[in-house]
Nanobody
């Protein structure tokens, strides 16, 4: 059974940093595009960033561009989301997801087949 597990969430002060990890088990991430999504209370799940499987092309939502960086380490079967200069509005549950399709642009939840359980990120002083 395909499984994705997120880790690295927590409580951080505004301006701080966190690195989220998305580790895959029972399948190889090499052939999947990976997206990061977040969902704040009372809001819809939104795409944050994604990275393609073919050439490593990345995409970022405008709200995180310049602050977040997505990367993949195929040897470790893990995708990372480095989050810098965090703001209170970044507070949400963050999910990673995988798709075998070639996707471009803003990651949309309906395009992704496999999901992790989520990790909470809270930005507060």
């Amino acid at each position: 059974q395909v499984q994705l597990v997120e880790s690295g969430g927590g409580l951080v002060q505004p301006g701080g940093s966190l690195r989220l990890s998305c580790a895959a088990s029972k399948f190889t991430l090499d052939y999947y595009a990976i997206g990061w999504f977040r969902q704040a209370p009372g809001k819809e799940r939104e795409g944050v960033s994604c990275i393609s499987y073919s050439d490593g092309t990345t995409y970022y939502a405008d709200s995180v561009k310049g602050r977040f960086t997505i990367s993949r380490d195929n040897a470790k079967n893990t995708v990372y989301l480095q989050m810098n200069s965090l703001k209170p509005e970044d507070t949400a549950v963050y999910y990673c997801a995988a798709t075998g399709a070639y996707v471009v642009g803003l990651p949309l939840p309906d395009e992704y087949d496999y999901w992790g359980q989520g990790t909470q990120v809270t930005v507060s002083s």
